[in-house]
């Protein structure tokens, strides 16, 4: 029986597990909103794998019923990619944080982005190390004190999606968790998307960095007349610092690396090989 002759909710990709995050976390928000993606893009569960790193959002995989793969520290790209050419036709997720993406996952994000393999990456961005007690992150603001940062932190924060964008990501999007129907369709169309689809979603820690209170005066959807593929422009937006802007900033149609390898295995398959005397013989 296929999907479309039962009907998918969103409770049915719960599992038995119960996400132990502090109540009011972001990534609750992050969650439901890709429960609410899943089910309506009607995908089975055993078609779906989610992959995720180190951190709080490393839980993800334990709260969807589907194939998970909860790797070490920084590895959600790489291991993603593994399974999307091991097996095409499934649905591939990675889901991290800020600092397991952009520290010491962050080498990973160029090859990803350049590659473009068909899978969606989702990083649940709270600008701190909610997991370890709330230290500064690649993406903490300058002056951001903590208690690795007493006298605040000095360092400039990294762009996630001027960073993207200039490693040629052929989808980058930025969602927020505390706006839930706007993030699942922000998911949606990242799924939807033919190759490397990366989704910032900012996810405040209530705990160690909380910016509910201050975040929706900085909130601003992007110009309805904005041309997603414009890659300058989308660039331009990306750095703009009196608005934090949500919604698609670039999308375009590129090959993705999945299908590149299917090429080459065809052609392989199509021409005939030296034979290994042939080969010797260019060393005689």
């Known amino acids: 029986m296929s999907t479309a002759d039962v009907e998918i909710l969103p409770q049915s990709y719960k599992t038995d597990e119960h996400p132990i995050w502090c109540p009011g976390c972001g990534d609750f928000g992050v969650l439901s909103s890709l429960y609410n993606s899943l089910a309506g893009l009607k995908i089975n569960p055993k078609d779906l794998v989610v992959v995720s790193g180190i951190g709080c959002s490393g839980r993800t995989p334990g709260f969807i019923k589907s194939y998970g793969f909860h790797s070490v520290h920084g ?13 095409p036709s499934l649905h591939v997720i990675g889901v991290g944080g800020d600092g397991d993406g952009f520290a010491i996952g962050g080498g990973h994000i ?19 190390y909610g997991l370890t007690k709330g230290q500064y992150s690649p993406t903490s603001p300058v002056g951001f004190q903590a208690g690795s940062t007493p006298y605040g932190n000095i360092e400039q924060p990294i762009n996630p999606l001027a960073m993207l964008i200039a490693y040629g990501a052929t989808f980058v999007g930025q969602g927020y968790s505390g706006k839930p129907r706007e993030l699942s369709d922000l998911i949606t169309k990242a799924m939807e998307h033919k190759g490397f689809a990366f989704v910032n979603v900012i996810s405040p820690c209530i705990t160690f960095y909380n910016t509910y209170k201050m975040m929706p005066a900085r909130l601003g959807e992007l110009p309805k007349d904005h041309d997603v593929t414009n890659r300058v422009k989308a660039f331009e937006l990306a750095l703009q610092t009196d608005k934090t802007y949500l919604g698609v900033f670039y999308q375009v149609r590129q090959p993705t690396f999945e299908e590149g390898v299917a090429n080459i295995i065809k052609s392989a398959q199509a021409s005939s090989p030296p034979r290994l005397e042939e080969i010797f013989a260019e060393f005689d």
């Not at 160029?110 to 701190?128: I, K, Q």
């Open 75 to 87: 590895r959600v790209l790489p291991v993603a990619l593994g399974v999307k050419l091991a097996n």
């Open 110 to 128: 160029p090859h990803a982005a350049r590659r473009n393999p068909g899978f969606t990456y989702l990083v649940m961005d709270n600008s701190t």
